[in-house]
């Protein structure tokens, strides 16, 4: 067999193997069933929830993002948090 024949083989061998193997778990149906806006929206009114944007220093946000993750918790419930102590005192 000439050099480009191999080649050849091994690009068919490959493109096989490809087409047998099935969908991934993250792209089929095992994937997590994503809500779309609307019924996110709906959701979080029904927690009682209302969206609230706020611009905030970088440095400020990446201490938030580690506070969260050192207690294994969302970002929008330590600001929860921070907002009701900081409001008490």
Same mark, same amino acid.
Request: hydrophobic share 40%; proline share 2%; no cysteine.
């Given at each position: 067999?000439?050099?480009?024949?191999?080649?050849?083989?091994?690009?068919?061998?490959?493109?096989?193997?490809l087409?047998?193997?099935?969908?991934?778990?993250?792209?089929?149906?095992?994937?997590?069933?994503?809500?779309?806006?609307?019924?996110?929206?709906?959701?979080?009114?029904?927690?009682? &929830?209302?969206?609230?944007?706020?611009?905030?220093?970088?440095?400020?946000?990446?201490?938030?993002?580690?506070?969260?993750?050192?207690?294994?918790?969302?970002?929008?419930?330590?600001?929860?948090?921070? &907002?009701?102590?900081?409001?008490?005192?």
């Open positions: 067999m000439k050099r480009t024949d191999l080649a050849k083989e091994f690009g068919l061998k490959i493109n096989r193997k087409s047998q193997a099935g969908t991934p778990g993250r792209f089929g149906k095992e994937a997590a069933v994503v809500l779309d806006r609307r019924e996110q929206r709906k959701q979080d009114q029904a927690l009682g &929830l209302v969206p609230f944007a706020v611009k905030l220093n970088s440095d400020l946000v990446k201490q938030m993002q580690e506070l969260a993750e050192e207690r294994q918790t969302g970002l929008n419930e330590l600001v929860a948090e921070l &907002l009701k102590k900081g409001l008490e005192s």
